[in-house]
C-alpha cells in the first residue's frame, strides 16, 4: 500500500519503522526532517510538505502530540487536505479531543474523502516491536481496508463504532484509567516503604496475586526502580490527555473527581521536576508528599 506518515516522535517513527518492514512504500514528513534520516535510510521517501505526503496515497497517518499539532500539518495549501485525494483515507493515531475528531469527520466528509481514528495502546518499545493495542472507530469498511497497516503496528485491533470519535474516547478513558493505577501503586509504595516494607517486595505480592496485569507489572517497575528518564511518555502529554478526559467529561456531565487529583499531581510534578518526566513522575511527588 502506498502510505503517508506524518509526525515522527517516538511512536510514529517506530509505526513508520514497521510499515516499512511490512513492505508497504511509506513517504513521511515531519517538522524537524532530522528526524527522518533513519527511515529513509531504510527506504522511505521524505517528502517536503505534508500535502506532498499525503498526494496519491491511499491512506495518510497522523502521530502527533496534540490537537494543535494535527491542525498544523492539516490545514493551508500545504496541509495533509489539500493534498489527499477523493476517496483517500485519513488514518490519525494521535489521541484528540472527542471534538476534534468529530470536526473533522465532517471536514473530510465535506471534501469526499474518508476518515477514522486509529489511537494506539503501548509506549515505544511496543511501537518497535508491532505489539500496539489499537483502538479503531470509523466505517468497518475504512477499518477492513486499515487492515495491513494495523498488522504491521500492533497485535490486536478493537473496534468500537461507526464514529471515529468513539475511539478517541476509549483511548482517554484507558489512559485515565492507567494513570489511575500509577496513582493507586505509588501511593501504596510509600505507605509500604514508610512502614518498612521495600517496593519491591510489595509488587512482587500485588502482581504475583490479585493485579497480575502488564500495567501494573511495567508501571510497577518503573516505579520501584525511580526510572522517569527517558520519559516514554512525558508528563504534559498526560496532562493534556487529563484535560481532553476533562472536557469530555464536563460535556457528557459526569463527574470525575479522581481525574482532578491525577491532574495535579501532574502539574506539581512537571512544576518540581520538569517537563522531560515520564508520567510516572508522578511516583516522586506522591512519596514526597507522604515524607520520603
Known amino acids: ?36 534520516r533513519s527511515l529513509v535510510d531504510a527506504g522511505a521517501v521524505l517528502a517536503a510538505t505534508p500535502k506532498e505526503a499525503a498526494a496519491g496515497k491511499a491512506a495518510v497517518i497522523t502521530m502527533l502530540a496534540d490537537d494543535s499539532a494535527l491542525d498544523a500539518v492539516l490545514t493551508g495549501e500545504t496541509g495533509l487536505i489539500a493534498g489527499l485525494d477523493k476517496g483517500a483515507l485519513h488514518i490519525s493515531m494521535s489521541t484528540i479531543a472527542v471534538a476534534t475528531a468529530e470536526r473533522l469527520t465532517e471536514e473530510h466528509r465535506s471534501r469526499g474523502q474518508r476518515f477514522m481514528c486509529a489511537p494506539v495502546f503501548g509506549r515505544p518499545e511496543a511501537a518497535a516491536a508491532g ?35 468513539a475511539a478517541n474516547l476509549v483511548k482517554l478513558c484507558g489512559n485515565f484509567m492507567i494513570l489511575s493505577a500509577i496513582e493507586s501503586m505509588a501511593e501504596a509504595m510509600t505507605l509500604a516503604e514508610k512502614g518498612g516494607v521495600q517496593k519491591a517486595q510489595l509488587l512482587e505480592v500485588l502482581t504475583g496475586s490479585l493485579f497480575d496485569a502488564p500495567v501494573f507489572h511495567n508501571y510497577g517497575k ?59 513522575g508522578i511516583g516522586l511527588t506522591i512519596a514526597k508528599n507522604g515524607g520520603l
Open 131 to 165: 505489539k500496539l493495542f489499537i483502538v479503531a472507530g470509523g466505517d468497518p469498511a475504512d477499518i477492513e481496508f486499515a487492515d495491513p497497516v494495523f498488522r504491521a503496528a500492533g497485535q490486536r485491533v478493537f473496534a468500537v463504532g461507526k464514529k471515529p470519535s
Open 1 to 36: 500500500m502506498r502510505i503517508g506518515f506524518i509526525g515522527l516522535g517516538n511512536m510514529g517513527a517506530a509505526i513508520a519503522a514497521n510499515l516499512l518492514k511490512a513492505r508497504h512504500e511509506v513517504t513521511v514528513w515531519n517538522r524537524s526532517a532530522a528526524k527522518a
Open 222 to 280: 518503573t516505579l520501584v526502580d525511580g526510572r522517569f528518564r527517558p520519559a516514554g511518555f512525558a508528563a504534559p502529554l498526560g496532562l493534556k490527555d487529563m484535560r481532553l478526559a476533562g472536557q469530555s467529561a464536563e460535556t457528557l456531565r459526569v463527574p470525575m473527581p479522581l481525574l482532578g487529583l491525577l491532574r495535579n499531581h501532574l502539574l506539581q510534578t512537571i512544576a518540581v521536576e520538569g517537563e522531560d518526566i515520564d508520567w510516572s
